[in-house]
């Protein structure tokens, strides 16, 4: 009699046990929370960059955008805020040219608005220029990156219609709810009744950031005439564009107030 043998696998077979390792139990349901703090940050001419320049793995501009988004991760790896945290407290993430944050504790939110006024001055002198929204609201989560609620439409509102700059707007909740913090000084400014983190900010002394000591991170030095550099070239490329030329005029009357401001301390 001759052995038995299995027979071949077929390709049914191989979708149905992928199935069964992809299959998401139904136990695991979101989890709802009233009150998060959203942070939605989104790159100024990401499309636009792709677009025009046909983009590749090869192109300078992919090693620029790999660099900046690392330093977002390797920043935010290394706060002693987000050390041991669980998705219930905070989490931080990117999708696309998105970068995001979210939790329901205002201390940990004023933490990650430190983090992130470093973070926007050494991609600016990159050459990447973000806006963004942060927004107070409910939240329903599944695992750390699966969620939705209002405080993500908020966020993504405030960053897609209301932020005509490269700033980062924060909703009347958000500001009410931190105001109270003994926040470092103008690390919120405000125009017009709308809220925005002070692109400058973190040079101020009494906002500091705490890393873990057992991190081998080292934080990238600023370089000014980068940023300043940057400014005046995007101030030139759109100049023939009311849109976007506004953006930039409007960046380096913030830089030159920043500027200012030092002359006057010394």
Same mark, same amino acid.
């Given at each position: 009699?001759?052995?038995?043998?299995?027979?071949?696998?077929?390709?049914?077979?191989?979708?149905?046990?992928?199935?069964?390792?992809?299959? $998401?139990?139904?136990?695991?349901?979101?989890? =709802? #929370?009233?009150?998060?703090?959203?942070?939605?940050?989104?790159?100024?001419?990401?499309?636009?960059?792709?677009?025009?320049?046909?983009?590749?793995?090869?192109?300078?501009?992919?090693?620029?955008? #790999?660099?900046?988004?690392? =330093?977002?991760?390797?920043?935010?790896?290394?706060?002693?805020?987000?050390?041991?945290?669980?998705?219930?407290?905070?989490?931080?993430?990117?999708?696309?040219?998105?970068? =995001?944050?979210?939790?329901?504790?205002?201390?940990?939110?004023?933490?990650? $608005?430190?983090?992130?006024?470093?973070?926007?001055?050494?991609?600016?002198?990159? %050459?990447?220029?973000?806006? %963004?929204?942060?927004?107070?609201?409910?939240?329903?989560?599944?695992?750390?990156?699966?969620?939705? %609620?209002?405080?993500? $439409?908020?966020?993504?509102?405030?960053?897609?219609?209301?932020?005509?700059?490269?700033?980062?707007?924060?909703?009347?909740?958000?500001?009410?709810?931190?105001?109270?913090?003994?926040?470092?000084?103008?690390?919120?400014?405000?125009?017009?009744?709308?809220?925005?983190?002070?692109?400058?900010?973190?040079?101020?002394?009494?906002?500091?950031?705490?890393?873990?000591?057992?991190?081998?991170?080292?934080?990238?030095?600023?370089?000014?005439?980068?940023?300043?550099?940057? $400014?005046?070239?995007?101030?030139?490329?759109?100049?023939?564009?009311?849109?976007?030329?506004?953006?930039?005029?409007?960046?380096?009357?913030? =830089?030159?107030?920043?500027?200012?401001?030092?002359?006057?301390?010394?």
């Amino acid at each position: 009699m001759a052995a038995y043998k299995n027979p071949d696998p077929s390709v049914d077979d191989e979708i149905k046990e992928n199935n069964e390792e992809n299959k $998401i139990s139904s136990e695991d349901d979101y989890s =709802y #929370r009233e009150d998060v703090y959203f942070a939605f940050i989104d790159v100024l001419g990401f499309k636009k960059t792709f677009d025009d320049h046909k983009i590749n793995e090869k192109h300078d501009d992919v090693g620029k955008f #790999r660099d900046v988004f690392n =330093y977002y991760f390797e920043l935010m790896n290394s706060a002693k805020f987000m050390i041991g945290q669980s998705r219930t407290k905070c989490y931080a993430g990117q999708t696309s040219d998105s970068l =995001y944050f979210y939790t329901p504790r205002s201390d940990m939110l004023i933490e990650f $608005i430190k983090v992130f006024l470093h973070f926007n001055l050494y991609a600016m002198s990159q %050459g990447v220029f973000f806006r %963004g929204g942060i927004a107070k609201g409910n939240l329903f989560i599944r695992e750390s990156y699966q969620f939705y %609620g209002e405080s993500v $439409i908020f966020a993504y509102l405030l960053e897609s219609s209301i932020a005509k700059y490269p700033v980062t707007i924060i909703d009347e909740n958000t500001y009410q709810a931190i105001k109270d913090f003994n926040l470092p000084n103008d690390l919120v400014k405000n125009q017009s009744g709308r809220y925005y983190l002070n692109i400058f900010a973190f040079e101020k002394e009494d906002v500091k950031m705490a890393f873990d000591e057992d991190s081998y991170f080292e934080m990238k030095e600023i370089n000014y005439e980068f940023i300043l550099d940057n $400014i005046k070239k995007n101030k030139i490329l759109f100049e023939y564009d009311v849109k976007n030329y506004e953006k930039y005029t409007f960046l380096l009357k913030e =830089y030159e107030e920043y500027m200012n401001s030092l002359n006057k301390d010394e």
